[in-house]
């Protein structure tokens, strides 16, 4: 759903700039909150594995494919306010390396598939596990239901900011329905992807995932015959739990998806593409900025074979989404400390 330079105007496009530039303020904030010494490695590992399968189109429909948005899958996994960074950071990757998704519609790809994805899905999610039974399958549950409802939810917000500012006179109702039907049926590929990945990370590590924190029953001790809660551990008295097999072991299947497996991926346009090709709204489409990149369409310049050519795409892609996202976290995390410092 990467939406490209010419179909939303200039003005609305840059209020959406100002919508999203405030959203990452704000998430830089709460950041802070939720990233810790555990966790602050792995979200710029989220980000490059959002990259990753980003680049795996499925087949929806006859000639329209999808692919992940990732915001569901990326609050769940680091929390909100860190899944809206994540995601900027691969957008703001796509959009300058690979041609993807237009310059001057970073904020409307941000607002639109970062921060409504990220809100819709974290406030369904926190909805189901309030009410759920406290299990690990609750968790996966609403995982799912979070990432189905927060692809249309997506679809529909991109809908109202075209309504707003199109630079095409097509009825709004038309592109409602149509954008709506489609990524609903990607919506269930997305929460797929989305319970899958939350449900391995949780069987093997629920410590690191924030939408599993508090799941683990308090110990049991045994005084005078009866069973009662042990307090809670200091953080002194806590060793940090090491994430570097989970971290090792993302890496490797993010590399393998990006060079790999998105040779296999659906040729087909994506549900805008296809939305905007049958509905007319993109007779104003304009060419992408950074179209003159060595990297531009997810292919390196120069190398003819084409399964080589997007496989070493790919593995920049997640090498530097993972650089960017981990040195932008590290900095959030080191002035968390700072702070901590100095209170």
Request: some cysteine; charged content about 15%.
């Amino acid at each position: 759903m990467h939406v490209p330079d010419g179909f939303i105007n200039a003005p609305v496009s840059a209020a959406a700039g100002v919508v999203a530039a405030g959203a990452v303020a704000v998430g830089l904030r709460g950041a802070r909150r939720e990233l810790d010494e555990r966790t602050a490695p792995l979200a710029g590992l989220v980000a490059a594995f959002i990259f990753a399968v980003q680049m795996l189109n499925f087949p929806v429909a006859a000639g329209t494919s999808g692919h992940l948005l990732g915001g569901a899958l990326a609050a769940i996994l680091v929390g909100p306010w860190t899944g809206v960074l994540c995601i900027a950071v691969v957008l703001l990757m796509q959009g300058i390396l690979f041609a993807d998704g237009g310059l001057t519609a970073l904020g409307v790809n941000i607002t639109v598939m970062g921060v409504v994805t990220v809100v819709v899905a974290y406030a369904l999610f926190r909805g189901l596990v309030l009410v759920l039974p406290r299990t690990r399958r609750s968790v996966t549950v609403a995982s799912f239901a979070a990432a189905l409802v927060s692809v249309p939810a997506a679809a529909a917000a991109f809908t109202l900011v075209y309504a707003i500012g199109g630079t095409t006179d097509v009825p709004v109702s038309k592109v409602l329905t149509a954008m709506v039907g489609v990524h609903t049926l990607i919506g269930v590929g997305e929460a797929v992807i989305t319970m899958l990945t939350v449900g391995a990370v949780v069987a093997v590590r629920p410590d690191l995932v924030h939408g599993a924190r508090g799941l683990t029953a308090p110990l049991k001790l045994r005084v005078d015959g009866e069973l009662v809660d042990a307090a809670p551990a200091t953080p002194a008295a806590t060793p940090a739990a090491s994430p570097k097999k989970l971290w090792i072991g993302g890496l490797v299947t993010a590399l393998v998806l990006a060079g790999f497996v998105s040779f296999y991926a659906s040729a087909s346009p994506d549900g805008l593409e296809k939305v905007a090709a049958d509905k007319g709204i993109d007779r104003e489409v304009e060419d992408h900025a950074a179209a003159g990149s060595p990297l531009a369409d997810y292919g390196v310049k120069g190398v003819e074979a084409p399964r080589l050519s997007g496989g070493l795409a790919g593995v920049i892609g997640v090498g530097a989404t993972l650089a960017v996202g981990t040195g932008a976290f590290w900095v959030v995390r080191r002035r968390r400390t700072h702070a901590e410092a100095t209170a």
